[in-house]
Structures are given as structure tokens and as C-alpha cells.
């Protein structure tokens, strides 16, 4: 992030909040010209910085009204078995967000599933995929804030 200067910083920032802004607003925005504004977008997908554009949903508007943050103890620490439980969760499309953990849980899981019925066959495709020591799940009642735009410092330091 450091080597990121103010201008990137405030395209980046643009681009979280709007994906679909062309890239003449976006210049605007950010005091450049159109095409040094384009060229220095192609640079962030370029290195990575910028993984994908795309559009966000309502879960629940598309059918997905129960999220689930799934806590998962595993029942040893071999590649082995992390190869296993990556591919196993890979391979399931209601997860969205995996991460490995430090502390009580192993991984974190937040899945996004229709209804309890679906969550069900989510935890039986899971656990039927790879041996796991310990499932705990936590079921969110309510979506109080989401963000997908990182707090980026878009002041002059």
C-alpha cells in the first residue's frame, strides 16, 4: 500500500465505491486527464491491486436469506488434510469468504445458503468431504453494515 502515491489511492477508493463509473468520471474525480487515469487502472489489474470488477447483490432479493459464519476445528494440521478441507470448501459454492485462523477455531467460513434445509445439505457435503474434528456454527439474524470498499486513506499524508 505504501507505494501506492494519492492518485491511485483516490482511483482505487472511486473504483470500490463504483465500478460501472467511466473512466472519464473516475479522471474527473481524480484530477487527471482520461487516458493517464486509464493507463494507471490498467497498472493496478496489472499488479494485482485490483482483482475484479463486479456488481454487487441483495442475498436475500436472490434467494439467499440465511448466512452462516462457520467455525472449523481441524482434526490435524497435515498438508494432507489442508489440501483436503481447501479443495473440499473450493468446490462448495455457498461458501464465500474462507480463512485460516489463529486462536480457538481453525478456519472461518462465511456461507450463504437459501434456508436451514440448505445449510443442512451444505454440512453434510462438507463434512462427508474431509474429516473434521469440530463444526461450530454461528447464524446471523441480521446484516447490519456490509462493505466491500477497504477504508482507504485518500489525504494527502
Not at 18 to 41: E, F, M, N, Y
Not at 90 to 111: F, K, Q, T
Request: net charge negative; aromatic share 8%; charged share 25%.
Amino acid at each position: 500500500m505504501d507505494d501506492l502515491d494519492l492518485i491511485d489511492r483516490k482511483i482505487i477508493a472511486e473504483l470500490m465505491r463504483d465500478a460501472t463509473l467511466p473512466v472519464a468520471q473516475i479522471a474527473d474525480k481524480v484530477g487527471l486527464s482520461q487516458t493517464p487515469c486509464w493507463k494507471r487502472i490498467q497498472k493496478l489489474e496489472a499488479a494485482g491491486v485490483i482483482t475484479s470488477r463486479v456488481a454487487l447483490v441483495d442475498p436475500a432479493r436472490i434467494g439467499f436469506g440465511l448466512t452462516v459464519y462457520v467455525g472449523i476445528e481441524a482434526l490435524d494440521h497435515s498438508a494432507e488434510w489442508r489440501d483436503a478441507f481447501t479443495a473440499a470448501i473450493e468446490s462448495i459454492p455457498e461458501v464465500m469468504d474462507a480463512h485460516r485462523m489463529a486462536g480457538e477455531m481453525d478456519y472461518l467460513l462465511r456461507v450463504a445458503v437459501r434456508d436451514m434445509a440448505a445449510f443442512d445439505a451444505f454440512y453434510r457435503r462438507l463434512t462427508d468431504a474431509v474429516p473434521i474434528k469440530n463444526v461450530t456454527s454461528h447464524f446471523a439474524m441480521e446484516r447490519i453494515k456490509h462493505s466491500t470498499a477497504y477504508p482507504i486513506d485518500t489525504k494527502t499524508r
